[in-house]
């Protein structure tokens, strides 16, 4: 069975400031995994996935995150933090590509809050 | 194009009533996906299609929830004999032959 734990419910940061939420997966297979983002009462966006070529993958919106094997972590962060970007966002996992073609396995997630 | 439509938006019913969610997928998309999320928490996967044919509803929670799609395209999720725990936002998302999954608005269920 695959799982994901997010760390942290909720994540304040100021803007312009690094933004960091954390995934760690739990998998008996090669992973594929996914970062999410919802705004309020708006489906589920993606923002990036891992699918086995580069570790380090780069998504929208200037969100980028790192597949470590070691850790089973798949963080996701932003250099800059950016009003707009107050949201949920979710980590989620599959054991097929693209995650079209299997259920994917959420996260909780995390509330990602912006300061002025 | 459009993207993945769902209706309606939102839906009170009162207990023991039965309902009927729509999902629209974007047109060409083979694969479609429900989806249930309860207040503060992620998305758990309902049931699958593949076209017309139904190849995974491990995750429909009781024999109450139903879901079909006939033509294979507009899906209907039917939840019949409605509880208070069946309060949430169902999501539909489809894709293209095992690609990224587009994910409609939701439709946020109240059971009074």
Known sequence: AQSVTQLGSHVSVSEGALVLLRCNYSSSVPPYLFWYVQYPNQGLQLLLKYTSAATLVKGINGFEAEFKKSETSFHLTKPSAHMSDAAEYFCAVSDSSGGGADGLTFGKGTHLIIQP | ?112
């Not at chain 2, 928490?41 to 509803?57: H, I, R, S």
């Open chain 2, 1 to 112: 194009g459009a993207g993945v439509s769902q209706s309606p938006r939102y839906k009170v019913a009162k207990r023991g009533q039965d309902v009927a969610l729509r999902c629209d997928p974007i047109s060409g998309h083979v694969s479609l996906f429900w989806y249930q999320q309860a207040l503060g928490q992620g998305p758990e996967f309902l049931t699958y299609f593949q076209n017309e044919a139904q190849l995974d509803k491990s995750g429909l929670p009781s024999d109450r929830f139903f879901a079909e799609r006939p033509e294979g395209s507009v899906s209907t999720l039917k939840i019949q004999r409605t509880q208070q725990e069946d309060s949430a936002v169902y999501l539909c998302a489809s894709s293209y032959f095992g690609r990224e999954q587009y994910f409609g608005p939701g439709t946020r269920l109240t059971v009074t």
